[in-house]
């Protein structure tokens, strides 16, 4: 496979505003208990999640994260030069979102949509460099699903993990090449598209245990390469954020790969597996912690149905609160 490593160049990647939104109804895991045969005890168990957030449409959702992000970068609607929007519950089949979150936001560029599961807003930020690499000023990284409308709440296989929510960011060229996107992965096996799918019209049909399997195998391959293509060893990543999908998932790869809990930035009990949001809205958090600073390693990796991976390593310049 093509290495992927960037390491070096001038050209520079900055994150200088990132936002995430959550819609405000909630669904607790007592809630769903009443729909199914299930227990908050046994899904905190399981899974890690506590609840998920329900509301909203994809492009509502997507809209108000990247305002927020816009205005943390300071930067005007005319100041973006290409809308990505990572989504797998899209507000319709055609057309894509993008472009109605580009009118709401009053965006005056290309938009369109990145679908590629819950690896998507990692597919988007290297994509976004590739952009950054063509002249681009300034890109627009966007997450959002309204995960509600492809899950039925009352099964107790699927339901109980998914949410809705929205994470954005707006990424661009850095100068003073402090900030660098180090390397990436980037991968796909459609031999397993069925274990974990939506036929048009219908909700998500997953093999739990063998989307676990696959998970942890992707994470493990994904996360070595970008590492060895950076030429960076576990301990030299700072904060490692990882799709929400399940923590035992996370455990798993961690105990094989060597990163610990507290390298790792983690808001699956609050949120749930909101797909392709689930990454930015990790990060919008670790920020107001005060968990990056310039110069920090920082990985993200995403993983999920196609299946599809892709995990990013950036030398952190940009926003600190
Ligand atoms: N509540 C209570 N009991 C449940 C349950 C639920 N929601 N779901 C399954 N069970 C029961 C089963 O009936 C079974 O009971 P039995 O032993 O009496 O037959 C037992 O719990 C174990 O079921 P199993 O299907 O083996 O559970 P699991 O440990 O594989 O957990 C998932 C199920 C869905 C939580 C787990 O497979 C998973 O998270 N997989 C990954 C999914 C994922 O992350 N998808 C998104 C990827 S991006």
Redesign the pocket.
């Known amino acids: 496979m093509a290495s992927h490593q960037l390491a070096g160049s001038s050209l520079g990647f900055r994150f200088s505003g990132v936002g995430s939104y959550l819609p405000a109804e909630i669904v607790t895991n007592d809630d769903l208990a009443e729909a199914?045969?299930?227990?908050d005890h046994?899904?905190r168990e399981?899974?890690g999640i506590g609840q998920r957030h329900v509301g909203g449409t994809t492009s509502e959702l997507a809209t108000e994260a990247a305002r927020a992000a816009m205005k943390r970068a300071n930067v005007g609607p005319d100041e973006i030069d290409q809308l990505l929007l990572a989504t797998t519950s899209p507000d319709y089949i055609c057309p894509g979102t993008a472009p109605a979150v580009a009118e709401a936001l009053g965006l005056d560029c290309g938009a369109l949509d990145i679908q590629a599961?819950?690896s998507g807003w990692v597919y988007g930020l290297v994509h976004a460099n590739g952009l950054l690499l063509q002249g681009m000023e300034r890109i627009l990284v966007v997450g959002a699903e309204a995960l509600d409308r492809i899950t039925d709440y009352t099964d107790?296989?699927t339901g109980?993990?998914f949410g809705n929510g929205a994470g954005a960011a707006v990424v661009e060229r850095d100068p003073s090449g402090e900030g660098q996107l180090l390397s990436f992965d980037l991968g796909a096996a459609g031999e397993f598209v069925h274990i974990?799918y939506a036929e048009h019209g219908d909700v998500l049909q997953?093999d739990?245990?063998e989307?676990?399997r696959q998970?942890v195998k992707a994470i493990l391959r994904s996360a070595n390469n970008a590492l060895d293509r950076a030429d960076l060893s576990v301990g030299e990543i700072d904060l490692v954020i990882p799709?929400q999908?399940?923590i035992?998932?996370v455990e798993s790869a961690w105990k094989k790969l060597g990163f610990s809990m507290e390298q790792t930035g983690m808001r699956l009990e609050e949120t749930g597996?909101t797909?392709a949001a689930s990454i930015p809205l990790v990060l919008d958090k670790m920020l107001d912690e005060g968990r990056l600073k310039s110069g920090d390693n920082v990985m993200f990796l995403g993983?999920?149905?196609g299946m599809t991976w892709a995990t990013t390593i950036h030398r952190w310049a940009g926003e600190s609160r």
Do not use: E
């Open positions: 199914m045969d299930s227990s046994w899904i399981r899974t599961a819950c107790r296989g109980i993990l974990l997953m739990g245990k989307v676990f998970a799709h999908a399940n035992r998932i597996n797909s993983f999920g149905a």
